[in-house]
């Protein structure tokens, strides 16, 4: 006899995270057995930050560019009218930069703080023709860790036009999958907004505490509160499902035009697909048409 067609509805939404929940306790558990016989660092287990960003990366060379096949949204087509001085936050590997438009990008910037996923990344912007534009930082999106890293990139200086974290230094910031795992939110995405020059965008695909008081569904919901009391934030390189990223986003700053659209709602991984163009400059359909 099949299920009754509640469960058959419901189910495989409500649990699909319970899938790459046990895969990433696999993948924890495999790192640190490599870190103890393979690479002979046992040492490393006391640093469970360095421990979780390998695992996480472990997790992401293997299955990453299966979980990047089908993006959300009209993620597809932000990304391939990108243009000017780009600022990336957490490429991973690079499995979506195939999606961008690599002549039309003046330079590339990476925030990517996991080192194992360097390796790839550097790989995949060869392959995608970004070349010698693209640039892959040691680092996170937080401010404390991002801008000395653009200084010593030399993109930031310490004085002169444009130069200035204040000024606004990228055309675009794209933040795909990153934003629920960096850490205080609300101050790293205002850094990144102080980043973006006047009239710059935004480009966000983002997953989300679910939006059961409008179009989300209360069930999913507790689902996400369920999977981050089973460990999904430590198991999955310090991911939280329980992140109201619109709200930090409208919170940054002023926006000419905030776009931003549910796609998924009722699940337990909701995700949140659009563009934010930061007020003054030139709008960015302007900037476009030159
Ligand atoms: C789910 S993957 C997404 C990768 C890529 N953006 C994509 O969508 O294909 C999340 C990435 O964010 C990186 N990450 C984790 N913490 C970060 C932080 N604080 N700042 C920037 N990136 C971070 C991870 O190492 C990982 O590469």
Known sequence: MPPPLWIQNNMPTLLRPSLLLLTSIYHFFMTILEVIFIERKPWLLFNLTKLRYKSFARLWTKNGEEMSIEMPGPLTELLSTCKGVVLDIGPGSGEILSRFNADQITAMYGAEPAEDLHAGLIRNAQRTGFREKYHALLCGGEPESLIPALYRSGILQISGRAGLASDGVFDEICCVR?????????????????????????????????????????????????????????????????????????????????????????????????????????????????
Request: hydrophobic share 40%.
């Open 178 to 290: 990153v934003l629920c795992g960096v850490p205080h939110p609300q101050e790293t995405i205002n850094g990144l907004y102080s980043l973006l020059k006047p009239g710059g965008r935004m480009v966000i695909c983002e997953h989300v505490a679910n939006p059961w008081r409008t179009e989300g569904r209360f069930l999913a919901r507790l689902m996400q509160i369920l999977y981050t009391l089973l460990g999904w934030p430590f198991f999955m390189g310090g991911c939280e499902l329980n992140r109201h990223t619109v709200d930090h986003l409208r919170e940054a700053g002023a926006w000419d035009k905030i776009d931003l659209k549910y796609y998924g709602p009722q699940d337990s991984i909701p995700f949140v697909v659009g563009e934010l163009v930061k007020t003054g400059g030139k709008s960015y359909a302007e900037v476009l048409k030159e």
